[in-house]
């Protein structure tokens, strides 16, 4: 049964590992996080530091037969995901509870199908419509709740006779189409341009005001992430190093991968001769040491960085820190 209580979404201690021929690599280590209904989370880090693998491992979209869930949890509305079959999955809750917007549309969509087609595929997969007239009603109005205009004839369209930024606002439609809990949008507005983005912003804040959805966003764009997010994860090789609310992640980051992610931002007035570059490369997973694993990039290294991985400190702020440098901030705090 579901607990009316519970988060929409509620991730503990996920471990997803990758069995290859030179070993075995965990993408995603240990990751825990909530989203609560009405929510966005918004998750960012380099490229490579785990952010889609978590969110695919969250719909257990993992690649076979080497991806496996080693350990731990997902839960949608106090349901654990991890101990449902494939076929429950499939059945009752990918695109139906917990949906997703890929990162490029032009790879979800088939350009051999119409964009009614498509859109309308998951209503009648999960049986929400029973005949082509209402599947067709339903596409329309999901197409008119991502500000697609004339909606009915863009139904018998193709994908190559939509625009980028409409691709993308066909695919959001797919991911609403049946109301789900929770939905996960991979890097939304990385193809777009600036303008468009801003749109994009705007439309998902006003999709969930209009559905309750969480959304958990996943981005390397800090700029996207301060202007949407209520809440931030910040990730590096497969751990989640620094998570709380957006504002105090910005305003004041514990965490030095944090601050560099926050430094690499250019500033509109500020007279630099070079651009912040974060020097160095993300450990390899196959061979990850001791300590923290940022600790080779780290500008404020300590001796102890490399002899533990440091645990969660809570900060007076609200958000949580895995680094050794706030451990005295958390012990005043206690």
């Known amino acids: 049964m579901t607990d009316a209580d519970a988060p929409a979404l509620a ?26 209904a009405g929510e966005t989370l918004g998750i960012v880090g380099e490229s490579g530091s785990g ?22 949890s997902v839960r949608v509305g106090g349901v654990d995901l991890t101990q449902l079959s494939e076929r429950e999955l499939a059945r009752d809750w990918r695109g139906r509870r917990l949906s997703m917007v890929t990162q490029d549309p032009m790879t979800s969509l088939n350009p051999v199908f119409t964009i009614g087609d498509q859109v309308g595929s998951p209503l009648r997969h999960h049986r929400i419509t029973r005949t082509l007239r209402e599947t067709r009603a339903r596409a ?47 890097e939304p507005t990385s193809n777009l341009d600036v303008t468009i983005q801003v749109k994009m912003i705007e439309l998902y804040r006003e999709i969930q005001k209009e ?17 949407i997010c209520d809440r931030v994860a910040v990730m590096y090789a497969g751990r989640i190093v620094e998570q709380g609310p957006s504002r105090a992640i910005f305003r004041r980051p514990a965490h030095p991968y944090t601050q560099a992610l926050l430094d690499s931002i250019p500033r509109l007035g500020a007279r630099r001769k070079r651009l912040f570059a974060l020097g160095g490369q993300p450990p390899d997973l196959l061979d ?31 958000h949580v820190s895995a680094c050794w440098l706030s451990e005295s901030e958390a012990v005043h705090a206690a």
């Open 11 to 36: 991730v503990e201690d996920l471990v997803m590992e990758l069995h290859l021929r030179r070993g075995v690599l965990r993408p995603v280590d240990g990751v825990s996080f909530e989203v609560g």
């Open 51 to 72: 952010k889609s693998m978590t969110c695919l491992s969250i719909l257990r979209l993992l690649p076979k037969p080497a991806g496996r869930i080693a350990r731990g």
């Open 140 to 186: 329309a109005a999901a197409l008119g709740r991502v500000r697609i205009p004339s909606p009915e004839r863009r139904l018998d369209e193709y994908p190559h006779q939509f625009s980028g930024g409409m691709r993308q606002r066909a695919v959001s439609a797919m991911a609403i189409a049946c109301e789900p809990q929770v939905m996960i949008a991979d």
């Open 211 to 227: 559905t309750g959805v969480a959304i958990v966003l996943i981005t390397h764009d800090m700029g996207v992430a301060a202007s």
């Open 288 to 318: 990850l040491p001791r300590g923290c694993r940022f600790a080779a990039r780290c500008p404020k290294r300590m001796a102890r960085c490399d002899e533990a991985y440091p645990p969660e400190f809570k900060l007076p702020d609200g």
